[in-house]
């Protein structure tokens, strides 16, 4: 097998191509947060990832806009009012999570342009999607930053203080993948389906997904 090498100290946009075609799939958070005007905030982020179980942490990683150099406006919003909703994607709202990813301008709704239904959380002014199946209420926690120009991330943790579950995706406590049918995003313009699933036993002792 021959391996090409590749350093990384070019364009960000090359290293990006490499991230996103490499680390797949990738789960998506669709964030929404709100506006400093009241309104409503909903972006979608594939570098997400869980980070602790008690407490209940996750981190998602906003890049600067490569577009305009600014920071996104949903670090914008959760730096100002400190909470967020995380949303989960299913294969029947991937055109309407697909809409969201447009940049309006700031204080305008991607609710409203996605078609998507908002619902009040209970613990955080920002709203749920009502077409999501699973929602993660979340506190801020802290971020770290590596820089100010386009392509340079950050990232977000929050502590989950409410899950809210479609109960068609639970049994005995879990959540079933086959119910769920999640999505992925792969490079490019690939969105990756969970259409087919394996088993391996694992080897660990202590399982406590089971």
Same mark, same amino acid.
């Given at each position: 097998?021959?391996?090409k090498t590749f350093e990384t100290n070019g364009e960000f946009k090359d290293n990006?191509?490499?991230?996103?075609? *490499?680390?797949?799939? +990738?789960?998506?958070?669709?964030?929404?947060?709100?506006n400093e005007n009241g309104t409503n905030n909903v972006a979608p982020f594939s570098?997400?990832?869980?980070? &602790?179980?008690?407490?209940?942490?996750?981190?998602? *990683?906003?890049?600067?806009?490569? *577009?305009?150099?600014?920071?996104?406006?949903?670090?914008?919003?959760?730096? +100002?009012?400190?909470?967020?909703?995380?949303?989960?994607? *299913?294969?029947?709202?991937?055109?309407?999570? !697909?809409?969201?990813?447009?940049?309006?301008?700031?204080? =305008?709704?991607?609710?409203?342009?996605?078609?998507?239904?908002?619902?009040? &959380?209970?613990?955080?002014?920002?709203?749920?999607?009502? =077409?999501?199946?699973?929602?993660?209420?979340?506190?801020?926690?802290?971020?770290?930053?590596?820089?100010?120009?386009?392509?340079c991330g950050q990232i977000i943790t929050g502590e989950v203080v409410k899950v809210?579950? !479609?109960?068609?995706?639970?049994?005995?406590?879990?959540?079933?993948?086959?119910?769920?049918?999640?999505?992925?995003?792969?490079?490019?313009?690939?969105?990756?389906?969970?259409?087919?699933?394996? #088993? +391996?036993?694992?080897?660990?002792?202590?399982?406590? #997904?089971?």
């Open positions: 097998m021959t391996m990006y191509k490499f991230l996103i075609g *490499s680390i797949l799939p +990738r789960p998506i958070a669709v964030v929404s947060t709100i570098f997400f990832t869980a980070v &602790s179980a008690k407490p209940m942490i996750i981190a998602f *990683s906003p890049m600067i806009k490569s *577009s305009t150099g600014e920071m996104k406006d949903t670090p914008r919003n959760i730096f +100002r009012e400190k909470e967020f909703v995380v949303n989960f994607v *299913s294969e029947d709202i991937i055109d309407q999570i !697909n809409t969201t990813s447009v940049e309006l301008p700031y204080g =305008e709704d991607e609710f409203k342009l996605a078609g998507l239904t908002p619902i009040d &959380s209970d613990m955080v002014k920002a709203k749920r999607i009502l =077409e999501s199946k699973i929602h993660f209420e979340c506190i801020y926690r802290d971020h770290l930053s590596y820089g100010d120009q386009p392509g809210h579950v !479609n109960e068609e995706l639970l049994e005995e406590g879990r959540i079933i993948t086959e119910n769920f049918k999640p999505v992925g995003r792969g490079a490019g313009n690939d969105w990756i389906l969970c259409d087919h699933l394996i #088993q +391996r036993e694992r080897l660990m002792k202590a399982q406590i #997904q089971k």
